[in-house]
């Protein structure tokens, strides 16, 4: 992995559903960059999906809208999350979690 490979959180809800989603967090940071290649200058987001809470990878330019879908954080080219993306992440999840 390079410098700034995506590094998921090793403990809290967002690492969980990483895990489940995609396996272990490498997985995560593959995934993740191959989407951000793909996504060329729009870069990526991390979404939600409203009814299951499931996660997935949102390219603007190529999947469209996104309207079933809560962001939990955007990246372009060269970006990481911080640690308030991923408190963030873990409070929405959480949200999305009880109202299941």
Sequence with gaps: MSD??????????????IGVEFGDADHFADSFARAMARGGELGATLVAALDRGDLS??????DGPCWNAVPLFHLHRGETPTDADWATTSSILEKLERYR
């Design 4 to 17: 700034t490979a995506i590094r998921a959180p090793a403990t809290g809800l967002a690492a969980m559903r």
């Design 57 to 62: 990878i949102h390219l603007p330019r190529v």
